[in-house]
């Protein structure tokens, strides 16, 4: 058997960011949810609707993370099946293209010009 996707990708982040940030859970969080906007963005979806998503999700008790992992999953495979992307082909595509030297060092560039996270009450 074929070593999963997500233990292809840790060493790929380990190589990119180092240890700490590839295990930093509120790292992670914040590149997700990144991740996730710019998803919904490219499929047409406003900032507008996206604050009424987080006003909506968040007035809601928290989760359990790996039921909501599960549905993280699920969701991904409908939302692509419904706009015909193979995410599978794709998520290899990009860790193929985000494995290349020249582009790690835009990540990492970039990486560091994002906003750092400042805990509010």
């Not at 809601?60 to 995410?87: H, I, K, N, W, Y």
Request: glycine share 6%; with cysteine.
């Amino acid at each position: 058997m074929s070593e999963s996707f997500q233990h292809r990708v840790q060493p790929w982040l380990q190589q990119c960011f180092g240890a700490e940030i590839a295990a930093d859970p509120a790292e992670r969080n914040r590149r997700f949810l990144e991740e996730a906007l710019e998803l919904v963005q490219a499929n047409g979806c406003t900032a507008s609707e996206a604050h009424q998503w987080v006003d909506y999700v968040f007035s809601r008790p928290a989760g359990a993370l790996q039921q909501e992992v599960g549905g993280v999953m699920v969701t991904l495979a409908s939302l692509c099946q419904a706009g015909g992307v193979d995410m599978h082909a794709e998520a290899d595509t990009e860790l193929e293209r985000i494995s290349q030297p020249e582009t790690m060092a835009r990540i990492r560039a970039k990486h560091a010009g994002k906003p750092k996270y400042v805990a509010t009450p």
